[in-house]
């Protein structure tokens, strides 16, 4: 079974810094892409922040410059370095990885880490 474990949120002041780890674990060949996605109270969920194996970044326009999304493609682990935060940024965090292969050849699939709250306030 494969897992994704988010870690780093947290409460902290707006122009505060939180830096989120994600880490898959379990039986895995290869992940396409990892992403940080955010879902606020009654608001869809939305993309904050993708990196390809490649090293490829994509971010949501609303965090560009201040976010630095990166990856660890030994660990499978992907981080996010969220600062100058603003009370918007406050969400729950989800960690995605898209197109997981379990094995050489095998289909692919995408996993979701259970969420990570971040909450901006002073």
């Known amino acids: 079974q494969v897992q994704l474990v988010e870690s780093g949120g947290g409460l902290v002041q707006p122009g505060g810094s939180l830096r989120l780890s994600c880490a898959a674990s379990?039986?895995?060949?290869?992940?396409?892409?990892m992403a940080w996605y955010r879902q606020a109270p009654g608001k869809q969920r939305d993309l904050v922040a993708a990196?390809?194996?490649?090293?490829?970044?994509n971010y949501a326009d609303s965090v560009k410059g201040r976010f630095t999304i990166s990856r660890d493609n030994a660990k499978n682990t992907v981080y996010l370095q969220m600062n100058s935060l603003k009370p918007e940024d406050t969400a729950v965090y989800y960690c995605?990885?898209?197109?997981?292969?379990?094995?050489?050849?095998?289909?692919?699939?995408?996993?979701w880490g259970q969420g990570t709250q971040v909450t901006v306030s002073s």
């Open positions: 990196i390809t194996t490649g090293g490829t970044t």
């Open positions: 379990g039986r895995i060949f290869s992940i396409y892409a």
């Open positions: 995605n990885a898209d197109r997981l292969r379990r094995v050489a050849g095998g289909r692919t699939s995408d996993y």
